[in-house]
């Protein structure tokens, strides 16, 4: 994962995003991507899901780099809280208690 993960990056220097991009428009891309999600999944086209999930994180990846972190420090930090968190299903979403 390390070694594609440090590809993705590669990629994202070669096509110029770190020079002439913006933190904003990579989140702009990032909604793109999981607005192609919604949809992959609305038509269940299990191809189009996967395609999109693997976009969805190329953006996370390069936003990480963006913001002088990295994809597994955020993951982490998200992990560290959720995994402490209690909570409930409604209407099949987890509910975090207040």
């Known amino acids: 994962m390390n070694e594609l993960i440090e590809q993705v990056k590669q990629w994202g220097s070669d096509k110029g995003i770190f020079e002439h991009s913006t933190p904003l428009k990579q989140h702009v891309k990032t909604q793109e991507e ?13 191809h189009e899901i996967k395609d999109a999930i693997g976009d969805i994180v190329v953006t996370l990846i390069l936003q990480a780099e963006m913001q002088g972190t990295t994809l597994e420090v955020c993951l982490q930090q998200a992990y560290d809280v959720i995994s402490k968190r209690n909570g409930k299903m409604v209407n099949g979403l987890f509910v975090k208690e207040s």
Do not use: K, N
């Open 34 to 46: 999981v607005t192609e999600l919604l949809e992959a999944i609305a038509d269940g086209d299990e």
